[in-house]
């Protein structure tokens, strides 16, 4: 069973920088894709950020440039870090793992998730 556990969220004014961690365990991780998710109040979650078990990454266009994924595979762990906030990224932060789905796109792998990190942005 894959058990994931996110930590970092905190409360940052509009323009700051976070940076959140997952540790993952019951996995081989560093032969899996792993990716980060966030969900706003009364809004789907959405995969934003993507990372090969090789490092190569992949964002979605309302991230891109702001924030980098990357892992460290000798601590099963990946990390998020978030520049220029704003108020719309606020959200709960989950990290999960992904996989090629039919279309080439990442998609979720499993069902296991964590209890996830609140991230707000706020004046």
């Known amino acids: 069973q894959v058990q994931l556990a996110e930590s970092g969220g905190d409360l940052v004014q509009p323009g700051g920088t976070l940076s959140l961690s997952c540790v993952v365990s019951g996995s081989d991780f560093s032969n899996i894709a792993m990716g980060w998710y966030r969900q706003a109040p009364g809004k789907e979650r959405e995969l934003f950020a993507g990372?090969?078990?090789?490092?190569?990454?992949t964002y979605i266009r309302s991230v891109r440039g702001r924030f980098t994924i990357s892992r460290n595979n000798a601590k099963n762990t990946v990390y998020l870090r978030m520049e220029d906030l704003e108020p719309d990224d606020t959200a709960v932060y989950y990290c999960h793992q992904l996989k090629i789905g039919y279309n080439g796109a990442y998609t979720s792998a499993n069902d296991y998730w964590g209890q996830g990190t609140q991230v707000t942005v706020s004046s």
């Open positions: 990372i090969s078990g090789e490092g190569k990454t």
